[in-house]
């Protein structure tokens, strides 16, 4: 055999080796791209994504669309060509597969997750919106979860209110891990409760709730690895009562990221006009229930599928600004924003085409 074609096939038979190790190969990372992005005021799948009752609305146009971000599942296990493929890939984004799913979390763990942020974000979205139109809105403490195999297990029970800790009461989620870390591990700590059952029978009664019990928890010592303290094994959330209903219909969508979208859209449904002159504005961002706005992940996929949809504008929690500033995609304005106040200003400029004025996003940001 000829020494160049000897060569060629060594070389043929090299890269074959090559390519083939390379799919073998498995490599710890994960890969993310942009995903759907929804427009709040419209359609989807054949319904209202915001349907409200027992309140005026008001017909609007243009767009204000959450986006969202697709990421390989936690089982998924990439392959050095798919690596170095994303790597190189404009739109996709490649990262340490410990970012999305830390502490080795599944799938299902990682989906429910995702879900209960989801539905967190949409009851926050509601309460912003109502707050910022001078709507009441009832609110209390709740058990969100209870740990498995903790010392509130069988004693207290998700959406149990809770009024008071040893006689303390209690305001925000904040003050129960306080008032529960007063007391050393292996000491009582008494929560004074409405329980579940009592309390939905309130509501659907449209009355106060009445019936309290004391419950008494001998606390346990944290494992994690913070400094050691008395816990009892539960997460404490807030629970709100509306006074009209506010669905929000969007399925197969996780996580907190379009909490200030779907503050917007409510708000946009609940006032005469349009927020956004008829412009296609697109955005992401948390949403507390005071109307705080807060970074989110994979924001530079979400900035691509947004103007890929044809987004004019952009709304950048304003921690994420910088990120999104590097590489931004053409014709796409990013906008700063820190609450939904600030969100509502910038709307006001982009519908009266005052985009001078606009809070922009820089690389410095």
Not at 246 to 257: E, F, Y
Not at 351 to 358: E, G, M
Request: proline share 6%; glycine share 10%.
């Amino acid at each position: 055999m000829p020494r160049r074609t000897a060569t060629m096939l060594a070389s043929t038979l090299m890269l074959i080796a090559l390519l083939c190790a390379g799919v073998l190969i498995p490599v710890p990372y994960a890969e993310m791209s942009p995903g759907p992005t929804v427009n709040t005021l419209a359609e989807h799948d054949g319904e209202p994504v915001l349907q409200i009752e027992g309140h005026k609305t008001y017909p609007t146009t243009g767009h204000l669309n959450m986006t969202t971000v697709r990421v390989t599942s936690a089982d998924y296990k990439m392959n050095l060509v798919e690596a170095v493929y994303g790597w190189l890939a404009h739109d996709n984004k490649v990262v340490p597969h410990d970012t999305l799913y830390p502490d080795g979390k599944t799938e299902e763990e990682s989906t429910q997750e995702n879900a209960e942020e989801f539905s967190q974000s949409q009851e926050s979205a509601k309460v912003a919106a109502l707050k910022e139109l001078g709507i009441s809105v009832r609110s209390w403490v709740v058990v969100s979860t209870v740990v498995k195999d903790s010392p509130a297990e069988g004693a207290l029970h998700a959406g149990d209110v809770i009024r008071s800790v040893d006689g303390t009461t209690v305001k925000e989620p904040a003050d129960v891990a306080e008032l529960v870390t007063k007391h050393k591990p292996g000491e009582d700590v008494v929560f004074t409760i409405v329980p579940a059952k009592e309390q939905a029978a309130a509501e659907k009664e449209n009355r106060s709730a009445t019936v309290t019990k004391d419950v008494r928890i001998t606390t346990a010592t944290s494992d994690d690895t913070g400094e050691k303290r008395a816990i009892v094994g539960i997460s404490a959330g807030t629970d709100h009562t509306f006074p009209f209903p506010i669905d929000i219909k969007l399925a197969d969508v996780g996580g907190p990221s379009a909490g200030l979208m779907f503050a917007l859209g409510i708000y946009d449904k609940l006032t005469p006009g349009s927020l956004t002159g008829g412009h296609f504005v697109a955005g992401t961002g948390t949403i507390g229930d005071d109307g705080d706005v807060g970074p989110i992940g994979g924001i530079e996929m979400k900035t691509v599928g947004a103007r890929n949809k044809g987004a004019e504008f952009f709304l950048t929690p304003a921690d994420n600004c910088a990120s999104a500033a590097e590489d931004t995609p053409d014709g796409l304005t990013l906008v700063k924003v820190n609450t939904i106040d600030d969100a509502l200003g910038a709307l006001k400029d982009i519908r009266a085409d005052n985009t001078a004025d606009l809070p922009k996003c820089d690389a410095e940001s």
